[in-house]
DNA sequence: GTGTTCGCTTGATCCAAGTCAACCATAAAT
DNA sequence: ATTTATGGTTGACTTGGATCAAGCGAACAC
């Protein structure tokens, strides 16, 4: 009789909830690769969930660093401040990545992480993380993959700032979500910015008047439709077109 | 009388040089922080030592991935290419520092490492090293902190290059190289650039001759002496003002 | 409802860096 | 010693994106 006791059905649903081994992202998250045994020893780990509203912080610069965070919903921003005041996104995250890897270096975090919508994470207190993946080489070895995988996308961001043109770098911003969404089941033409004009801006280093401006074009040119934050996908080629547009 | 044996002296001190443990870069390098015991363990495989010429590749894009490389000696840059033919330098990397932490993502190398002066290189192979950082905490945990430093550095290359303005971009770059040059106990002030203007531009996503136009005016405003790739820097803090300076 | 706020769009103008081009310096090749 | 190649500097001009500015539409507060 579940219904006289709403509490306790709450927590034990939570807890529930809270384990890797049923979680519907444990293929993209942390977990990629692991037997169930080697999941159940993961899932003691991972035992505080805790909700993010949008707006605010998950974590800020200079905190202390004792865990990462995997997301298992909503959407977050990271971004870093300058002395003089400017700061830059350097990544916007959805459900099943992790947050946080930055702060293992000086054993303080060195970017803010802040929710872009009601999220929910899981934190994974890093020195235990270390325990685990002494134990559990799967465990080593895709966290090996995942820091380094971090590594070669910001390398990619560093081509976008560094060689392409505003059109490009909207381009492949869309193509990366498109595809970031797809991989998590969601439609490939058709989905919600959580971000604003300026936070996109921001990302792709440039200001949110020249973001919207490509958004004109590309909605001229038949690419994509836009309405406000929704974002219909029209022409995925035309879109990839536009980023291998001129050569060196 | 080692003049009689003029070989087997070379070998035996070429043993002697390739080993962590009496290596003079140990403090800046993977075995930081490791006692006398442990860097042995490192020494055993650490054991592949490599001569790069001036010009030649480290490793390809594409190249299957199986070791990280330390570099012992010299100069490297790493970069990536677009389909489209453009390319971006993604960093410069001097002895102490690690290359190769891109390729363990996909266990393919992502970007070329090309050596800019003769260098040397210990091979570190990746699986061994992560047994080894099974067994040695202290190993484990720099490990992730070189892998977490390095994300973090590519977050300043992304706001530099998202948020920056050409002159500023290069007086981050002096400055940065000048501390690295400090942090190996050389002169902070007085340097040989290894790289031409054309790879300081890709890196810092400006064209060759936007860099040498700011030479000329950091050098016309007394904050360095340029001559050809020989670097003097006259006014540390004329330098770091030109940074700070737009605010938001 | 009506005002207020915030995010977005669009136009007009400006400027930092790119492009094109000529020339110079150093080092290697003959 | 002279040529050739490579890398660097400087000038004139162009341009993509920034800046400044006005106005719009949706969401929310009262």
Redesign the pocket.
Known sequence: MPQTHPLNQEISLSVIKTACSNCNLRELCLPYGLSLEELERLDDLVSTRRRIKRGDHLYRAGEVFDAIYAIRSGFFKTDVLLEDGRDQVTGFQMAGELLGLDGISTEHHTCNAIALEDSEICAIPFSRLEVLSREIHTLQHHFHKVMSREIVRDHGVMMLLGTM???ERLAAFLLNLSQRFTARGFSHAEFYLRM???EIGSYL??????V??A??RFQEEGHIA?Q??HIRILNVNGLKALMNHRAA
Chains 1, 2 share one sequence.
């Open positions: 043109r505003a059109e604003t004009r300026e280093g440039l200001k949110l008047e020249t919207s401006r958004f004109s836009v406000q934050k």
